[in-house]
């Protein structure tokens, strides 16, 4: 689990990235997308907004509650590489939903479990800016999602 501060924020949440990565940003309309690449590969893709992808024909599935939202994990080991989707519903009022797309490749596992136990929530103030969590409430669920 990461104990690091956040290096990327968003108003709902924030990560650090993982040594040797960079991320990529873009708010093609209402929402935030991020890719983090570890040289030229992706390790994932991080959408924060109202209108997340369906996980389409992922077979294993798991589901969690925290205080914070509830998390659900996809992945579908068919493709000759395993597919990992996972999505964490927030609990706070109009809060989007977080997706996270990601391949399971061994020249990125460490990379991604880097990037998955620091994922924090975060929430807006008024004043501006968010409030983030210091620790991860999520790292757990997070990081099994690579074991399942």
């Not at 990327?8 to 209402?30: E, K």
Request: proline fraction near 5%.
């Amino acid at each position: 689990m990461s104990q690091y501060p956040c290096t990327v924020f968003s108003a709902d949440a924030c990560f650090r990235l993982p040594t040797g990565t960079h991320a990529d940003y873009s708010a093609p309309a209402d929402f935030d997308f991020y890719t983090v690449s570890k040289d030229t590969e992706t390790v994932a893709t991080i959408y924060i907004g109202n209108a997340p992808q369906a996980a389409e024909g992922l077979a294993s599935r798991s589901f969690s509650q925290s205080t914070d939202g509830t998390i659900k994990i996809y992945r579908d080991e068919a493709a000759p590489i395993t597919k990992l989707d996972i999505y964490i519903a927030l609990k706070t009022t109009d809060a989007p939903t977080i997706h996270i797309s990601a391949d399971l490749n061994s020249s990125t596992r460490t990379e991604l479990m880097e990037l998955l136990s620091s994922l924090r929530p975060c929430r807006p103030i008024k004043s501006g800016g968010q409030k983030c969590r210091i620790n991860s409430v999520w790292s757990k669920d997070l990081t099994k999602a690579l074991t399942l």
